[in-house]
């Protein structure tokens, strides 16, 4: 079988959220943007698996969408973590590699399924 590179890479991701989440807790002590960054964060994954048994083509483009907007608000709480100094430059530049090779990665997933419904 296989392997689905998005819903490794966005599992994967998750596990990197929520141990930067403990560490910014931990050491920081900021509890609300982290939580924001946690449920988008996390939220993709969970909405690639969710579309992997989508009711129709249509439906599987809908869920993608969802977690293509889930990685986009990610993308902007890592920026603003990194900007108020919640996070290092070297932590952030890591992680956000990782959110936009996913955003880069579901954006094509999306636009090929399309494609494939309107031909």
Not at 29 to 53: C, F, M, P
Not at 92 to 110: C, M, P, R, W, Y
Request: aromatic content about 8%.
């Amino acid at each position: 079988m296989k392997e689905n590179i998005i819903k490794t890479k966005s599992f994967e991701f998750a596990v990197r959220i929520v141990n930067l989440y403990k560490h910014v807790l931990e050491v920081k002590k900021e509890y609300i943007l982290i939580k924001q960054l946690l449920r988008s964060g996390t939220s993709v994954g969970a909405l690639v698996r969710e579309a992997e048994y989508a009711e129709s083509k249509n439906d599987f483009v809908h869920k993608m969408a969802i977690a293509q907007k889930e990685i986009n608000e990610t993308l902007y709480w890592l920026e603003l973590l990194n900007t108020t100094g919640y996070l290092t430059n070297e932590q952030f530049i890591s992680i956000n590699t990782d959110a936009v090779e996913i955003i880069k990665l579901i954006t094509k997933i999306i636009k090929t399924a399309k494609t494939q419904i309107n031909h």
